[in-house]
C-alpha cells in the first residue's frame, strides 16, 4: 500500500493532523512530516522548503498519496506538478494555485505586531515566517494544473472566503478532480472539522483506483 503524507499548513504543526487520523478507518501507513524539521536548519524560504520537501518525498518507496493543507496543499501541488509518476493521488485542502499577493502583504503587517511568542504554536519562528511569505509572492500554477493527471480531490471549508474560488478553479481544470465543500467550516479543516475531514479521505482512500 502506498504511503499518504499528511502535509500541515504555515500556521500549525505535524500533531494539527492527529484527530483527522484518529478518525480515519484506514490510518495505517500515514506520515505527517514537521515541514520546519525537514528543512534541518536552512533557512525557510520557498526553494528551500520545496527542495527539502522533496527530498523527503523521494526517499519514500514507490508511489505515494499526498494531502496538504494551505502551504502544505502548495508543497503538494508543485510536488505532483514536478513528480507525476511519484503520485498516486492527490488532496489539496484550502489551496491557492496561485499565491494572493495583496492578503500576503496584509498578513505580513499583522505578523510584524505580533509577539514571537505567538510563533511558537506555528510552523515557522517569526523570522522564517516572513522569509517564507517574501518568497512566494511570485507562486502561479495557473496554466499547469491542467497537466495534473492523478485521482485528486479538493476540499474547502465554506466560510474560507479566500480559497473557495481557488478549490472552484482547480476542480474545473485538473480533469480528474472532485470538489466537496465543508459545510460550517473555515480554512484549518483538520482541525476546526477532523471528523468530517476523516470521513471524506477514508472513504476517498478506499475507493479502488487508491489501493
Known sequence: MATKIFVHGSGHKATSWDKTISY???NEDIVCPNLSSILKGKEAS??????SFVKYCSE???QIHLCGLSLGGILALNFTLDF???VKSLVLIGTPYKVPKLAFSFQNIIFRFLPKSIFKTMAFDKK????LGNTMKN???SDRVKNIKCPTLILCGKKDSANVKSAQFLSQNIKSAELKIIENTGHVVN??????L???LSEYYLQSPMV
Open 24 to 26: 480515519m478507518t484506514n
Open 84 to 86: 507525476p509518476k511519484k
Open 46 to 51: 520557498y526553494e528551500n522548503l520545496y527542495s
Open 60 to 62: 519514500i518507496d514507490g
Open 139 to 141: 507562486l502561479d500554477f
Open 191 to 196: 482541525e476546526e472539522n477532523p471528523k468530517v
Open 128 to 131: 522564517d515566517t516572513f522569509v
Open 198 to 200: 476523516a470521513e471524506l
